[in-house]
C-alpha cells in the first residue's frame, strides 16, 4: 500500500469487512472447530476464486485475532464519532 491509505487518503482506511461471530458463551471447543471448518472452506479453490473474482481479500484469521480487529476498530471509529461531535437523535 502507497503512504495514502485503502480510501486514498493519507492516514485513512474506510474498509469494509465481514466476520463471523457466535453467541457469547459459545463453548471454546465449538468457536475452534467454526474457526478451523469456515479458514477451511475459504482456502477452497472455487471458494477462494469467486472471492477474488468479488474484488475481495480473504483474512482467516483466529478468533483472537478477529476480537482484535474489533477492538480496534471500535475504539477507531468511537474516536471518529467523538471528535466530530456526532449524535444520536431521536
Same mark, same amino acid.
Not at 482484535?68 to 444520536?88: F, L, R, Y
Given at each position: +500500500? ?13 474498509? !469494509?469487512?465481514?466476520?463471523? +461471530?457466535?453467541? $457469547?458463551?459459545?463453548?471454546? /471447543? ?7 471448518? #469456515? /479458514?477451511?472452506?475459504? $482456502? !477452497? ?14 483474512? !482467516?484469521? #483466529? ?7 474489533? #477492538?480496534?476498530? #471500535?475504539?477507531?471509529? /468511537? ?12
Amino acid at each position: +500500500m502507497s503512504d495514502k491509505g485503502r480510501a486514498g487518503f493519507r492516514g485513512f482506511d474506510a474498509s !469494509a469487512w465481514f466476520g463471523l +461471530m457466535a453467541p $457469547a458463551g459459545t463453548p471454546p /471447543a465449538i468457536i475452534d472447530k467454526l474457526s478451523r471448518e #469456515t /479458514a477451511r472452506v475459504l $482456502a !477452497a479453490g472455487e471458494v477462494r476464486k469467486r472471492l477474488d473474482e468479488l474484488g475481495m481479500e480473504v483474512i !482467516a484469521n #483466529t478468533p483472537a485475532e478477529f476480537a482484535n480487529v474489533i #477492538t480496534s476498530e #471500535t475504539a477507531q471509529w /468511537a474516536k471518529v464519532i467523538k471528535d466530530a461531535g456526532i449524535k444520536i437523535s431521536e
